[in-house]
């Protein structure tokens, strides 16, 4: 049971990226997946989330409207697409999965499966 999150790499502020977490062992449908990230000295947060059934999405207030969620269920992955980048979005990014959880699906505690970071940064 595994998460490979890729896609991550330099670009300039007011560009875009798209990062990618593919499941591989478990199929990602009727999971809990979510992005979160984690700056330099900074605490993780939760980026943006969607529930099992995709009835729910849990957008940061830092990202909505630059930053979108779906699933390739083809790929057995979801995306996250991030459009007009800014340099405070530079960040380590990981998703994480988890089939069932109590929690609110923008905490980090909720996911029992984790895929390794993938490095943002935004700098010109």
């Known amino acids: 049971v595994q998460l490979q999150a890729s896609g991550g790499g330099l670009v300039q502020p007011g560009g875009s990226l798209r990062l990618s977490c593919a499941a591989s062992?478990?199929?990602?449908?009727?999971?809990?997946v979510g992005w979160f990230r984690q700056a330099p000295g900074k605490e993780r947060e939760g980026v943006s989330c969607?529930?099992?059934?995709?009835?729910?999405?849990y957008t940061a207030d830092s990202v909505k409207g630059r930053f979108t969620i779906s699933r390739d269920k083809a790929k057995n992955a979801t995306t996250l697409q991030m459009n007009s980048l800014k340099p405070e979005d530079t960040a380590v990014y990981c998703c994480?999965?988890?089939?069932?959880?109590?929690?609110?699906?923008?905490?980090?505690?909720?996911?029992?499966?984790w895929g390794q970071g993938t490095l943002v940064t935004v700098s010109s």
């Open positions: 062992g478990f199929r990602l449908e009727g999971h809990h």
């Open positions: 969607i529930n099992h059934n995709d009835a729910d999405i």
């Open positions: 994480a999965a988890t089939e069932y959880s109590d929690y609110a699906i923008e905490l980090s505690f909720a996911y029992d499966v």
